[in-house]
């Protein structure tokens, strides 16, 4: 026979709404369970309460509040662990939680430099933090993703970084610091990365030159013979740069890693990159690199002597590259700005200083250098080779075939 606590604690949660779905009942160990019933639902969960007098009260606030969750959409047993307070929503929390992803990225995995942390990683996992540290913070992942993004144009390579960064931070937080699950973040991100609008999508992903003599023709524009002697030097410096990046396939950043090594098979030397490439899908290895000399308008090979000058400190650089420090140099040239302006223009093209690096891939393509051996030389995987310049691998398996004819016809 129920006692009178019981009955009434019982009507109680019955009575929260008209069809609520929400009984409560003493389990095996003397706890409180709450079931949820539905058309489509009949789960149970255990809430930290003993079933007695005197804790009753209690309970059924706790439950009052897992059915406000429940009305969000949340799943029973996610409900009860928001309503219980296991979400972090402390500020503090989250710093913790942000110190122990920069922790994990920097130090474990394929660990990535703190400079690629402060600048990919930082930024959108701080505004987390700001978020969750306000007056009714959001109670769910994809709600905090979208509060985080909203500023960014939808569909821009801005708001993928954000959005992507922000699922890792969460899927730290849920896997590594406990929070509940109800903080895993979906796996499908589309939907926050949202589309652009008809006529709003621009092209940002770095696009090749057209031509060699396009290349040239911007170089011979560099003011390296200026009577400003800064700007000369500059210039000077500028235009090896580029023209190591042009011949060599180049990421700006790997202009600070070459060296020149000797083959004791074949007796030559050859240029040799010791700079490592960290991503999610691994790292790159240090590698040789094959270099493609640019065409004149005459037919001829363009001598730069890139090697001989490099190997005798003739070869003048920037103190440090990097493809910021390229961009900024290049975004300062006024025939810079119009070559862009028509590409995009002409070609619908959006050229950067990561564009000399495309240009190099394209013209493997059009010397019939298979995609195993570009990807090699350029240093990233042939998946990413394929993914970044499609054309390559429809050549590739051209090519495949007219060697495989032309031997059937032998």
Not at 26 to 42: F, H
Not at 153 to 167: F, M
């Amino acid at each position: 026979m129920l006692q009178a606590w019981e009955t009434q604690f019982q009507k109680s949660v019955k009575n929260i709404q008209k069809n609520s779905g929400l009984t409560v009942r003493k389990n095996k160990q003397g706890n409180v369970e709450l079931r949820y019933r539905t058309s489509t639902t009949n789960k149970t969960v255990t809430i930290p309460f003993k079933w007695q007098e005197d804790t009753w009260e209690d309970a059924y606030t706790r439950i009052r509040n897992i059915y406000k969750f429940l009305g969000e959409g949340h799943n029973l047993r996610a409900a009860a662990e928001l309503a219980q307070g296991k979400a972090p929503k402390k500020g503090k929390d989250w710093v913790h939680i942000l110190d122990s992803f920069k922790d994990q990225k920097i130090n474990f995995g394929t660990a990535i430099t703190e400079a690629t942390f402060n600048k990919q990683y930082l930024p959108p996992c701080e505004m987390v933090v700001e978020v969750m540290s306000k007056k009714n913070p959001p109670t769910n992942p994809a709600d905090l993703i979208d509060i985080c993004v909203k500023d960014w144009k939808p569909e821009s390579v801005s708001r993928k970084h954000r959005v992507r960064a922000i699922k890792q931070f969460l899927d730290h937080a849920v896997i590594r610091e406990g929070i509940a699950d109800v903080w895993t973040p979906p796996t499908d991100l589309s939907s926050h990365i949202g589309k652009a609008k008809k006529g709003e999508i621009q092209i940002q992903k770095a696009g090749a030159f057209e031509s060699d003599i396009q290349i040239l023709d911007f170089l011979k524009t560099l003011p390296t013979d200026s009577e400003a002697k800064k700007d000369a030097d500059a210039a000077n410096r500028w235009f090896n740069c580029f023209c190591l990046m042009a011949e060599l396939g180049l990421r700006p950043i790997e202009i600070n890693f070459l060296q020149i090594l000797f083959d004791p098979i074949n007796k030559e030397h050859y240029w040799h990159c010791t700079f490592i490439k960290k991503s999610g899908n691994g790292a790159t290895q240090p590698r040789r690199i094959e270099p493609l000399p640019l065409i004149d308008r005459d037919g001829n090979e363009v001598k730069w002597n890139l090697m001989e000058r490099f190997k005798n400190n003739l070869l003048p650089l920037p103190e440090r590259v990097t493809g910021e420090a390229a961009g900024t140099y290049l975004k300062r040239r006024e025939s810079w700005i119009q070559l862009k302006a028509d590409m995009k223009r002409l070609q619908g093209t959006n050229i950067t200083c990561y564009s000399f690096r495309h240009y190099y891939a394209l013209r493997c393509h059009l010397k019939l250098i298979d995609s195993g051996s570009a990807s090699l030389s350029m240093g990233h995987s042939i998946e990413a080779h394929h993914r970044n310049y499609p054309y390559s691998k429809e050549s590739t398996t051209t090519n495949a075939f007219k060697l495989a004819r032309a031997r059937t016809v032998a």
